[in-house]
């Protein structure tokens, strides 16, 4: 963070420090597509340790992990309102990326 500051840039280090954490839960359970016991484990991760890295805890298990064109579905089906973001991240979006984004485009 220290580096990435001392060129300029803004850095932000998330609380649960993985992405996937940040996913609602609706997303993991639908990408195990219906499996009870997957389910169940990605409930189980999602809720449990976040100082693990979340690929490193489904190796234990077969959950799928969503990612690329799939996560991008996901996403679109099951985070339709923006309260379903958790607050960090919501706030980075509104108070820093969107505004950057207005500043771009000559908006502001």
């Known amino acids: 963070m ?36 997957k389910e169940a484990q990605t409930k189980e991760i999602y809720n ?12 234990a298990y077969s959950v799928c992990v969503p990612a690329g064109k799939y996560l991008r579905k996901l996403l679109a089906e099951y985070l339709t309102d923006k309260n379903q973001l958790d607050h960090q991240i919501r706030e980075i979006i509104e108070h820093k990326i969107i ?10």
């Open 99 to 108: 505004p950057w984004k207005k500043e771009i485009l000559g908006e502001v």
């Open 2 to 37: 220290n580096k990435i500051n001392s060129f300029g840039y803004e850095c932000f280090i998330l609380n649960k420090r993985e992405i996937e954490f940040y996913y609602p839960l609706s997303v993991h359970i639908a990408a195990q597509q219906g499996d009870a016991q």
């Open 48 to 59: 449990g340790d976040q100082g693990t890295k979340y690929r490193d805890a489904t190796n």
